[in-house]
T-cell receptor
């Protein structure tokens, strides 16, 4: 079963606006990762946040992690048309016996020019 | 550039006709993964290799097999493809089995006629 569930499933915004995607998970984790997938392509790693971290930034990306609520959010600021993609969270469960990430269902983001 | 390469990018096969998808990496990573991804869904792990050790997911059909002849190459064999096996197949690597970042190839889109 999927460890992560993402919300919303789809998001449509105008260029320049901020986009926020949320991920909830069920079990304790070592880390949580966010990936981007352009249509028909592979996944690209965006950012990894460890269980003892609360916030992380990378360029226009801001990720937060609340382990008490078992949730994370990805904020993309000043969005661009090129940010149009699906975004997946993936968790590395605590006591993971083999580096198996569990992916959420993804949020499909459309940024309109 | 170091990368994960998948060939072919598009594969068409006939119902029941065996097909092999290939993946190579120049990252010298110990772990290689095969995922199946159907439209608008999360990637689903089929199996992974940690070095030469093969790890099959419990719900991966027997129809799917894998080979890793050396560190650089990994193959996905589908012995008798059914219509339900049409999907994107993603290969990924990671340096070790400690739950870190995974590096994905561009994927192979499989069509079953």
């Amino acid at each position: 079963s999927q460890q992560g569930e993402e919300d919303p499933q789809a998001l449509s915004i105008q260029e320049g606006e901020n986009a926020t995607m949320n991920c909830s998970y069920k079990t304790s984790i070592n880390n949580l990762q966010w990936y981007r997938q352009n249509s028909g392509r592979g996944l690209v790693h965006l950012i990894l946040i460890r269980s003892n971290e609360r916030e992380k930034h990378s360029g226009r990306l801001r990720v937060t992690l609340d382990t008490s609520k078992k949730s994370s959010s990805l904020l993309i600021t000043a969005s661009r048309a090129a940010d149009t993609a699906s975004y997946f969270c993936a968790t590395d469960p605590f006591n993971n016996a083999g580096n198996m990430l569990t992916f959420g269902g993804g949020t499909r983001l459309m940024v309109k020019p | 550039d170091a990368m994960v390469i998948q060939n072919p990018r598009y594969q068409v096969t006939q119902f029941g006709k065996p097909v092999t998808l290939s993946c190579s990496q120049t990252l010298n990573h110990n772990v290689m993964y095969w995922y199946q991804q159907k439209s608008s869904q999360a990637p689903k792990l089929l199996f992974h290799y940690y070095d030469k050790d093969f790890n099959n997911e419990a719900d991966t059909p027997d129809n799917f097999q894998s080979r890793r002849p050396n560190t650089s190459f990994c193959f996905l064999d589908i012995r008798s493809p059914g219509l339900g096996d049409a999907a994107m197949y993603l290969c990924a690597t990671s340096r070790d089995n400690r739950g870190g970042r995974q590096y994905f190839g561009p994927g192979t889109r499989l069509t079953v006629l």
